[in-house]
């Protein structure tokens, strides 16, 4: 069964103190794996797309990164406008229409 | 360009009540989608389409109905509200490619009493 599993499912960080959220995945045949910020309220708001083990990309503070297994999302020196829960969506299967499985997030929270 | 746009934000229903779901998106994309989201559960897709016409069940199809007669416009019809429909719900949208990225709505909130 396609699975997606986000650890830890909360994190409390300093201003300024780095960290790792984890995204752990089982599918058949990853298509692309997906990282979302949302915030209280609102729905996710995109910030990267993975495709192949190996590959990272960065925006700001956040660098995405992906292996066979799973996709680690690194925040640098964070400030406390980098508080939001952060989701995890991996998109599998054959040709035709396209399914995603969503992880429950990480609860980050960085204080002042 | 709105992106995608669901109404209404909130609403109250009673057990039994229906209401539809509205949810707009103009970006032309073909694929469209619905979301549950509880509380430490994680999205779970309701029903998605896949253009205008052709609709198929997600995870959590049970008490709910969709439509899709445009490109744009994809509502969620609740039929007989119960209250383990209370939730947020989520409308989505992608181009359609191989693989891309998924645009969300800001969300409804639903409460069932």
């Known amino acids: 069964e396609d699975q997606v599993t986000q650890s830890p499912e909360a994190l409390r960080l300093q201003e300024g103190e780095s960290s790792s959220l984890n995204c752990s995945y089982t599918?058949?045949?990853?298509?692309?794996l997906f990282w979302y910020r949302q915030d209280p309220g609102k729905g996710p708001e995109f910030l990267f797309t993975l495709y192949s083990a190996g590959e990272e990309k960065e925006k700001e503070r956040l660098k995405a990164t992906l292996t066979k297994k799973e996709s680690f999302l690194h925040i640098t020196a964070p400030k406390p406008e980098d508080s939001a829960t952060y989701l995890c969506a991996v998109q599998a299967g054959g040709s035709g229409t396209y399914k995603y499985i969503f992880g429950t997030g990480t609860r980050l929270k960085v204080l002042a | 360009n709105a992106g995608v746009t669901q109404t209404p934000k909130f609403r109250i229903l009673k057990i039994g009540q229906s209401m539809t779901l509205q949810c707009t998106q103009d970006m032309n994309h073909n694929y469209m989608y619905w979301y549950r989201q509880d509380p430490g559960m994680g999205l779970k897709l309701i029903y998605y389409s896949v253009g205008a016409g052709i609709t198929d069940k997600g995870e959590v199809p049970n008490g709910y109905n969709v439509s899709r007669s445009t490109t744009e416009d994809f509502p969620l019809r609740l039929e007989l509200a119960a209250p383990s429909q209370t939730s947020v719900y989520f409308c989505?949208?992608?181009?359609?490619?191989?693989?891309?990225?998924?645009?969300f709505g800001p969300g409804t909130r639903l409460t069932v009493l």
């Open positions: 989505a949208s992608r181009r359609g490619g191989t693989t891309d990225t998924q645009y």
């Open positions: 599918v058949s045949g990853l298509r692309g």
